[in-house]
């Protein structure tokens, strides 16, 4: 069974910039993975920030979100890193490190969508406060 675990998180001023970590464990060597994280900020529906395939280089983006967050993996720790800079009061909300299994077509359509509904496991969250 997929875990997916956060850390990182807190409180920030705004302009600053923030780091995020999730450990991924129980993947199976038989399946691909597209893992992200995602965002909900509050009176707001989830969203997905950023993506990427377990062990490849390429990176999605929301539309909303490249350019001040960036999206890194190290294959042999088992971790997603997310770094966000010049962050603004609306960034604030629960940061949730997530993972879609399956063919290559499953997950590489899971990354580019970066959609709620293509993802079959979730992290419990972590708050990120980014005061003005």
């Known amino acids: 069974q997929v875990q997916l675990v956060e850390s990182g998180g807190g409180s920030v001023q705004a302009g600053g910039s923030l780091s995020l970590s999730c450990r991924f464990s129980g993947y199976s060597s038989s399946k691909y993975y597209c893992i992200g994280w995602f965002r909900q900020s509050p009176g707001k529906e989830r969203e997905g920030l950023a993506a990427?395939?377990?062990?490849?280089?390429?990176?999605f983006y929301g539309a909303s979100f490249e350019g001040r967050f960036t999206i890194s993996q190290d294959n042999h720790e088992n971790m997603l890193y997310l770094q966000g800079n010049s962050l603004k009061p609306e960034d604030t909300g629960i940061y949730y490190c997530?993972?879609?299994?399956?063919?290559?077509?499953?997950?590489?359509?899971?990354?580019?969508?970066?959609?709620?509904?293509?993802?079959?496991?979730w992290g419990q969250g972590i708050q990120v406060t980014v005061s003005s």
């Open positions: 997530a993972a879609a299994a399956g063919s290559w077509a499953r997950v590489d359509g899971a990354c580019r969508d970066l959609a709620v509904g293509n993802i079959d496991y």
């Open positions: 990427m395939v377990r062990g490849y280089k390429s990176a």
